[in-house]
């Protein structure tokens, strides 16, 4: 009986081309909103790599002061600081923690294999504010500042690029013609937020007394400062703060937010390309399962005849359900089996590298259940219809 339906939908394959062009676009909507969902959902569950609960930033600028001047005040702003016993501790940061949209990119060369690193610029606290985890080696600390080499603290995912499975504490690479030595290996650290994924990312130091990162920093246009306060700070420890900090840098433009604040911020942003995604991929399947309903219908309608002779012979009810259905079930597999041609494609060729073929997988098995689950349903009355249809009224009819 499969062998017929297959072999009936397919004499029709002209008049039900359309149909099963709607199915396939259908299908590979849908495809791709499970993928990105599937890839939102598994970058949600691993590690964030760092605690931003109770942590605070400060956005400096310093409107063009002269480096001399920047570094007078900088070293006021940190007394101030440990004056505010609220505060336990603070770090310097020039880079961005929950913004998918900003990256600071550089590329690093080892042994003639160049990757492409997401740059982050952090104070000799950065670790242990943020309360990272590191894996081997250490963090930045006072002893780099007699460095012959500049010292950088790289993640796993990096580690794995560039220097595959050797230990990479105390191999030297270059970057920009200069050469930099590994001093600490870090896991996971996804700064852009939750629902993004595992990036390379390499960590340079910022302080007032490491010349090289210092001058970066203040040849910069702002600079940061991440503070760690005692659970429980309100909103009139953020005002004291500013008041304080204002005091000592008075030229400054000076703004505290929370990182709390900044990540739900960062998760809605990463939601509105799933969404938008989602939002046509419904219009469509609507439009699609619609569209099958009626030609179901009106076949069904059409065929009363041949349907009441089915009955009239001694066909059941179950048999009649079955061939309704399953005739829009082989349809549907059409339509699923040109969308399957292409999605196939993405893991086959890793069109989009950072997603896993697990995901696609995942998202391929989710989309065929899915469609052939609407598919069902919208033969289900029809079938119903024809199902209950008397022979003799049928026959009669025609």
Known sequence: MIKQMFKLIWNRKRRNFLMMIGIFISFFALFLVMTTINYNIGNYLKPLGFDYRNVWYISMDWKNQSKEEITTTMRQVERALESIPEIEQFTYSRSYLFAPAVM????????????????????????????????????????????????????????????????????????????????????????????????????????????????????????????????????????????????VARDWSLKLSRLEDVRSSANRTSMIIPIILAIICGFLIIN????????????????????GLRRAMGSTVKQIYSQIIGEALVLSIFGIGIGLFFAIQFPLLGLIPFISNATYFVSIIISILAIIGITALCALYPSALAANLQPAIALHDE
């Open 104 to 247: 600071s990119m550089d590329d690093i060369t080892y042994q003639g294999k160049t990757v492409s690193a997401h740059l982050m610029e952090s104070g000799d606290e950065f670790a242990n504010l943020l309360k990272m985890d590191l894996v081997a080696g250490r963090w930045f600390d006072k002893r780099d500042n007699v460095s012959v080499r500049r010292p950088v603290v790289i993640n796993r995912d990096l580690n794995e690029k560039l220097f595959g499975d050797i230990d990479p504490v105390g191999v030297i690479f270059e970057r920009d013609d200069k050469e930099y030595e590994v001093i600490g290996l870090v896991d996971e650290f996804r700064n852009s937020g939750q629902l993004t994924g595992t990036k390379k990312v390499m960590f340079v130091r910022v302080e007032i007394d490491d010349a090289d990162g210092w001058d970066e920093f203040a040849s910069s246009e702002f600079g940061r400062l991440l503070i760690r306060v005692k659970p429980g700070a309100d909103i009139q420890l953020e005002e004291r703060i500013l008041k304080q900090l204002s005091s």
């Open 288 to 307: 699609v399962a619609l569209g099958l309903f009626g030609i179901i219908w009106y076949n069904t309608n059409r065929r009363k005849a041949e349907i």
